[in-house]
């Protein structure tokens, strides 16, 4: 099973260690710099924890830029970026998802880099 992530910030690439112990993890990002170092096993993050499981623990995790790479054949995305303050929580569909070919209809945004 593969799982898109996007966002490879302190969330996003904590859920992209655990899933990616049993399931193929592709990791966007926009900043190249941080799909370097998740590449070559280190952490962008000061967190002793994730660096150990990067280094010590056999996890089939890759980053990428490439929107097609991460979204093309996953199973699930999951969108780890930042949201606005708003309070009240979002609960429908974001309008600027559009159709495309993926295997589920939809592909996430793509305004912003993800």
Not at 82 to 98: G, L
Not at 102 to 110: A, E, K, L, S, V
Request: include cysteine; aromatic fraction near 6%; charge should be neutral.
């Amino acid at each position: 099973m593969k799982t898109a992530i996007a966002g490879t910030g302190y969330v996003g690439l904590s859920m992209a260690v655990l899933l990616a112990q049993r399931h193929e993890v592709v990791a966007l990002d926009i900043v190249p710099a941080k799909v370097d170092l998740i590449n070559q096993k280190l952490s962008p993050i000061q967190d002793a924890e994730l660096q150990d499981y990067l280094t010590n623990k056999p996890l089939r995790l890759r980053a990428t830029l490439d929107k097609q790479d991460a979204y093309v054949g996953a199973d699930f995305v999951i969108t780890a970026t930042p949201a606005d303050n708003d309070p009240v929580p979002i609960t429908s569909t974001p309008a600027r998802w559009r159709p495309c070919s993926g295997r589920h209809g939809h592909q996430p945004p793509g305004g912003d880099g993800y």
